[in-house]
């Protein structure tokens, strides 16, 4: 297990901050893992759980530990006609495996592509694109809990997973090491057009019916011409969930405005894109400070250069007291602010 003390985590965050933590602890198996977990037990220091820190937002100098998974592998374990569990490790890049599942023939992840970040941390926050989440294919979790250094196995059933939600960001929060995560893919792909400006984009590419290595390309280049590179400005992609409301809040904020976009979640409630909350309260594109709201992108948020944590914070509360005072709808972030 690796172990470093007063260690800079300016690599392991996608907001390019510069702070530094007492201790950094890298497992890469099971065993080390559950080493790991028995020193975060007893000992008397606070403890943070990271992935590849595409949704990290650090604010501080952190005098605890820093614990994260770079177990790899991808492995097969049944198949049958239809689908096949394939249990992969939480220090895997999720990129790269939606890129390994198409050349293998497993299906089902192609509108997550590009999604930044390691294959643990899309169990926890149940990541999700163009219509798709993780939890749609997750069928186990398997992980170390941290108070006993037991080895479990959880069904994604019990993990009560919702929109960016799950029960390892509520009342599992920093309870589990994960190890591997099983998911369970297709064999057979069907592709999924109906979200966002996807069939439009197959449209204009002359494709009919795209195949699976063109659907990942089109979210690919899609992602990549709304989203900033973060090696370019530092970001964590998405930074506010979109909001749900009401149907009943829903249709009174129509009449106000009738191109509101929106989504339906059930019977009773609509979800609204938060970037188009933004953009309405004039926030795209604006910079406070070294802090800013992407050009392009009004969900995302920017380093402009040499931005604290704190200046992204205050950046994130102008923005949600503005579209409250304009709408009066609460934006949440997505990002884990530490």
């Not at 201790?23 to 943070?48: D, K, M, N, T």
């Not at 939600?165 to 109906?194: A, C, G, M, N, Y």
């Not at 007291?321 to 949440?332: E, G, R, W």
Request: glycine share 10%.
């Amino acid at each position: 297990m690796r172990e470093e003390t007063d260690y800079s985590l300016l690599s392991h965050n996608t907001f390019g901050i510069d702070v530094r933590c007492r201790q950094f602890l890298e497992f890469a198996s099971v065993q080390e893992a559950r080493e790991a977990g028995r020193l975060l037990a007893v000992g008397h220091l606070p403890y943070i759980i990271i992935g590849g820190g595409s949704n990290l937002l650090l604010t501080r100098h952190f005098p605890g530990i820093v614990v994260r998974s770079c177990i790899r592998g991808i492995q097969p374990l049944h198949r049958d006609g239809q689908s096949v569990l394939v249990s992969v490790g939480s220090g895997e890049n999720w990129d790269a495996l939606v890129g390994k599942c198409i050349d293998n023939g497993w299906y089902g992840a192609e509108n997550l592509s590009l999604i930044p970040g390691d294959v643990g941390a899309s169990a926890v926050q149940n990541i999700g694109a163009y219509g798709a989440e993780a939890c749609e294919l997750i069928d186990q979790v398997e992980a170390v809990r941290i108070a006993d250094g037991a080895v479990v196995t959880i069904p994604a059933a019990e993990c009560q997973y919702g929109y960016r939600q799950s029960r390892f960001k509520q009342e599992w929060k920093d309870r589990f090491l994960i190890t591997h995560v099983v998911f369970r893919f297709s064999l057979t792909f069907s592709p999924r057009l109906d979200y966002g400006n996807l069939r439009a984009e197959a449209e204009r590419r002359g494709i009919v019916s795209p195949t699976p290595r063109q659907l990942r390309q089109m979210v690919i280049d899609i992602r990549r011409e709304k989203l900033p590179d973060p090696s370019v400005e530092g970001n964590a992609g998405s930074f506010f969930m979109n909001p749900v409301v009401s149907r009943q809040q829903f249709l009174r904020l129509q009449q106000r405005y009738p191109l509101m976009p929106h989504y339906d979640v059930d019977e009773t409630h609509q979800k609204i894109p938060a970037a188009w909350l933004i953009e309405q309260c004039g926030w795209k594109g604006r910079t406070v400070g070294r802090a800013g709201v992407h050009h392009r992108q009004a969900l995302v948020l920017v380093n402009r250069g040499g931005a604290t944590g704190q200046d992204i914070v205050d950046l994130c509360n102008a923005i949600r007291a503005d579209v409250k005072s304009a709408f009066d709808i609460d934006l949440h972030p997505e990002v884990n602010i530490i």
